[in-house]
């Protein structure tokens, strides 16, 4: 992405595509809740407590201040000392557009981030740099599956394989990049050229100190989501052991990142509902934790960043009216 990218003119295109997302998810769980039985999953959900949703939120919160602390590393190692509450929030209003194929909408927080000073190859870079090493704390998360899930054994191994390589690609694109200096003429070389920019400084996370404290922030945060999905089983009615339930939570994950499919949606529910009834865990109970994780975790994020996103746009909006006044 070119540093002279021009920054949103508006909000409500992000706001349309989320509303649109949040509708076809409430009609396609409402389908899914009436084929699996509404009364049994509705006495599901019944049997969750105040408390116990409570508590689940709050290992998501702790994700999301975990995930952070990493991206602070990531500006810093980039030269960039943001205060943390500024960053923070923008760190957070990315999560409006977490619905976005790939969680690519996040890169908005890029536009914010370049009004002090950040260029956009460097915030994408680190973005890039998250997703990477999220889909490989997934791997390792998944890796507990291997015991309780050997039928499944051969898709854990080949979705490892695939991160791993393309880690190991990341880390070496330097000498490609500067194969390709040479002659960058043309406009499609040029754009190669950024490309393979960003993806050397995604690279330079990776490298270093800085790779295995990425990769235990991770490890805690993604642990965080996966022990909340465990606890909801048995909060409403069913059993199951806490290293399946994490492991089963970030497999789910994983497949949904790696589809591409707007916030994983259908393709992360599915792979949770097989593996819970591998577990032995009864449908309905199934379909009711797999709600309320979702609603914990995914919608949870997408709501707190459309209020922070909300909250940063009327105060751009102030500030240029401010500006036109005194003008």
């Not at 981030?113 to 190859?121: F, M, S």
Request: proline letters at 3%.
């Amino acid at each position: 992405m070119s540093d002279h990218a021009p920054a949103p003119s508006a909000h409500h295109h992000w706001l349309r595509r989320v509303i649109l997302s949040v509708v076809v998810s409430i009609i396609a769980y409402a389908i899914w809740v009436f084929y699996s039985d509404a009364d049994r999953v509705t006495a599901a959900l019944a049997r969750m407590q105040v408390w116990q949703f409570a508590l689940v939120l709050a290992l998501s919160l702790l994700n999301y201040l975990l995930r952070f602390l990493r991206w602070q590393l990531y500006l810093r190692h980039f030269g960039h000392a943001i205060p943390w509450p500024t960053s923070l929030a923008y760190y957070v209003a990315g999560f409006a557009l977490t619905t976005t194929p790939g969680k690519a909408g996040e890169a908005i927080r890029s536009f914010f981030l370049h009004r002090h000073g950040v260029r956009y190859t460097a915030s994408i870079a680190a973005l890039f740099a998250e997703r990477i090493l999220d889909m490989l704390v997934m791997v390792l998360l998944s890796t507990l599956a291997l015991l309780f899930f050997p039928e499944y054994r051969w898709l854990f191994l080949l979705t490892a394989l695939i991160v791993v390589v393309f880690m190991f690609a990341l880390r070496h694109v330097g000498r490609l990049r500067r194969q390709g200096d040479a002659d960058s003429a043309s406009r499609l070389r040029r754009a190669l050229h950024h490309a393979l920019n960003m993806m050397e400084m995604s690279g330079a996370l990776m490298r270093g100190p800085l790779l295995p404290i990425s990769i235990v922030l991770g490890l805690l945060a993604w642990g965080a989501e996966g022990l909340g999905f465990a606890l909801l089983v048995p909060f409403v009615g069913g059993e199951i052991d806490v290293a399946a339930g994490i492991s089963i939570y970030s497999a789910s994950v994983l497949v949904g990142a790696l589809s591409f499919i707007p916030g994983g949606l259908g393709g992360t529910e599915a792979v949770m509902s097989l593996l819970l009834t591998a577990s032995g865990v009864d449908l309905a109970i199934s379909v009711a934790a797999i709600l309320l994780c979702r609603l914990a975790t995914l919608w949870f994020a997408v709501v707190i960043g459309g209020l922070v996103m909300g909250a940063l746009a009327l105060r751009n909006d102030h500030e240029h009216g401010e500006t036109h006044e005194a003008s």
